[in-house]
């Protein structure tokens, strides 16, 4: 009897703890896909006021030179309108990041980091979205 009970209790315990672990995942729900040349992607976007900060990098898991773009858009409705661009590159490999501000108003906006690694290796991309 008392191993029935111990062994209740520790179902319990069990069982209580699996009911949090969702609350300790992460805030969007995303699926990050799996690059053969890249080791990191990232993409930012803040806002300061009336300013739009917006910063992007690309790292490769070689020696290998990189290109990122880092563009700008603003929802309208359903569809996304192309604000502007900033770009860079690096080599040896070494992080290519690019980042830029810019002035805009009330809205909904996305950042998109776009790379090219090795020279058409692979195209990684991230985009992260916020409303002002």
Partial sequence: MK????????LVCILSTMMFLPCFAEEENTISPRYSYTS????GLSFSGNTANCTGGVTPSGN?????????????GSSWDYI????????????ATAAGSINVGSGTYKVVTKG?????????TKTVTRTK
């Fill in 3 to 10: 191993k029935l009970n111990w062994l209740l209790i520790l």
């Fill in 84 to 95: 502007t661009s900033w770009y860079g590159n690096s080599t040896g490999g070494a992080t």
């Fill in 40 to 43: 990191l992607v990232t993409a």
């Fill in 116 to 124: 090219n690694v090795g020279n058409g290796l692979e195209y990684p």
């Fill in 64 to 76: 290998y030179s990189v290109s990122v773009t880092v563009s700008l858009y603003r929802q309208n």
